[in-house]
């Protein structure tokens, strides 16, 4: 991917958290979802959930019916970013399927009938692609997409129309924030035709610097010509940018740096009451201690793992009393404080 | 960066200006939401011309082209058929100036489809670009031509 060794690692997983693939498609014969009665949406839900998929996917997918799922249930899945908050709020019949150990997932009735997304972590856009396109191919052996001659498969959205597909990445990019470099890059993407949003997608703050950046064109470049030039180009170009940046800063203000990362990691083995935003900061500042090589007895996969347990809705399946927010707050700070090793029962002064 | 080239009475005349001052002086960037695209093409829409344009529908799913500018979302696939030739201008504008699909296509209709009609519209398209005088993108509808003369079919998968 990348020429740059110093801070190269695992796919690139010290600026690449994630990639996701996105692929819109609509059922030809049914309006799209927001124009569909009730019935043609039940219809859609049947047609798709039932589709055979063949030798690619040989068990299907397991379903969830969204519209039985708890608000807690469905908090999760936003949480891991399977599904957009849009689809967990929305009301309509509609379903989500997973597969291939929740690397893909299928949202059927969300603005068009289906979006297929798969996600990877690190700078693994090659496999994602392949499994969300394996996915789109094998439901077409069974069903027919809306398609036109001039524009492609059509999306209730002109601005997904075409190939229909969306690649992003999770970007961590600590470095571009604290220099202030980060409106600079943002200004570039839009140049590049991208778009840079925050944690949760569309409308949402980029907590604790990570950011979704994905293409925004859609039209007249073959999928394969999308992926090339997100691959090859636009994030190398991204990563580069963040280490240059990283490097710079410790270089001119390697104290700065060492005291931001090591009062993060203060603060959360001492810390006795956690909030969700607070604890994903704090953990985002240590995943940067990590890349940068300030920290070495900690692993950015365990960081990784404790910004999704430290989420509200992940919090409450550990333990169900964190539903309720203050002693979500307690038992957050417990939770960090025993993974990073500084937790011992009946020893409230550690 | 908005680079334009404008061909007056035999004069050449270039435009270079960065994305604030294009923006100031009314350019669509790229890069713009489709939503703001819509409105901008709202504001436009005094005439009885654009009125009638507003008050068309849809004749699947009865959709209104006032409902569409509202929402930024097409109700079905007929749609994109019963709104041309205001789709044709808001998919280019929303899609950095593409002028139509070149990626995969449904093995269903691989073979069947019918490019001929998608050229003819191609060249009614740049016939009125050229007539108001927007060369630029009639070299986009051009380029878009000439690549379909190149693109072959591709060759089907054998079956087994």
Not at chain 1, 27 to 37: M, V
Not at chain 1, 61 to 81: C, D, F, G, I, Y
Not at chain 1, 226 to 237: A, G, M, T
Not at chain 1, 240 to 263: G, H, S, W
């Amino acid at each position: 991917m990348s020429d740059q060794t110093d801070f190269n690692s695992n796919n690139d997983n010290d600026v690449v958290v994630s990639v996701r693939i996105r692929v819109a498609r609509n059922l030809a014969g049914f309006p799209f979802t927001g124009r569909a009665s009730d019935s043609q949406r039940q219809e859609v839900l049947q047609m798709v959930t039932h589709a055979p998929l063949g030798g690619a996917f040989p068990d299907g997918l397991a379903w969830v019916n969204m519209t039985q799922a708890s608000a807690q249930e469905r908090q999760l899945l936003v949480e891991r970013h399977l599904v957009s908050k849009h689809f967990a709020q929305s009301t309509l019949p509609r379903a989500l399927g997973l597969g291939h150990s929740e690397q893909l997932g299928v949202m059927v009735n969300e603005e068009d009938h289906l979006r297929i997304q798969s996600i990877f972590p690190g700078f693994r856009l090659n496999e994602a692609f392949d499994l969300a396109r394996s996915f789109d191919q094998a439901l077409e052996e069974t069903v027919d997409f809306a398609f036109h001659q001039r524009w492609g498969y059509l999306t209730a959205c002109p601005t997904n129309v075409g190939c229909g597909i969306r690649l992003g990445a999770m970007l961590h990019l600590p470095a571009l924030r604290y220099s202030g470099e980060i409106e600079r890059v943002k200004r570039a993407a839009k140049d590049l035709h991208l778009a840079v949003r925050g944690y949760y997608g569309e409308g949402t703050d980029a907590i604790g610097n990570f950011y979704q950046v994905s293409n925004q064109v859609t039209l007249g470049a073959s999928e394969e010509e999308l992926l090339q030039h997100f691959r090859d180009e636009v994030i190398p170009k991204l990563i580069d940018y963040e280490r240059t940046a990283r490097q710079m800063l410790l270089e001119k203000n390697r104290p700065l740096i060492e005291d931001k990362v090591y009062r993060a990691r203060a603060t959360l083995k001492v810390a006795r009451l956690l909030g969700a935003e607070e604890a994903t900061k704090l953990l985002s500042t240590l995943r940067f201690g990590i890349s940068s090589g300030l920290l070495h007895n900690l692993s950015i996969e365990c960081v990784e793992q404790l910004l999704l347990q430290v989420q509200p809705a992940h919090l409450a399946q550990i333990d169900p009393f964190a539903a309720e927010e203050e002693k979500g707050r307690l038992s957050r700070a417990i939770l960090v404080r025993r993974a990073l090793g500084d937790y011992a029962e009946g020893n409230p002064e550690i | 960066m908005v680079h334009e080239v404008v061909i007056q009475n035999g004069n050449k005349m270039e435009l270079h200006l960065c994305a604030e001052h294009a923006a100031a002086k009314g350019y669509i960037l790229p890069t713009v939401p489709v939503t703001q695209i819509l409105k901008q093409f709202a504001a436009t829409g005094k005439s009885l011309k654009a009125q009638k344009a507003a008050a068309r529908c849809c004749e699947a799913c009865g959709l209104t082209f006032a409902e569409f500018r509202q929402t930024g979302r097409f109700g079905c696939a007929t749609c994109y058929d019963s709104f041309m030739p205001s789709v044709a201008a808001i998919i280019e504008r929303a899609q950095s100036g593409a002028v139509s699909h070149r990626g995969r296509t449904p093995k269903r209709i691989e073979g069947q489809a019918d490019r001929a009609a998608v050229r003819r519209q191609l060249i009614k398209e740049i016939e009125s670009a050229v007539a108001a005088e927007q060369y630029e993108r009639a070299a986009s509808l051009q380029g878009r031509l000439h690549q379909m003369g190149a693109e072959k079919k591709p060759p089907t998968e054998p079956t087994t």
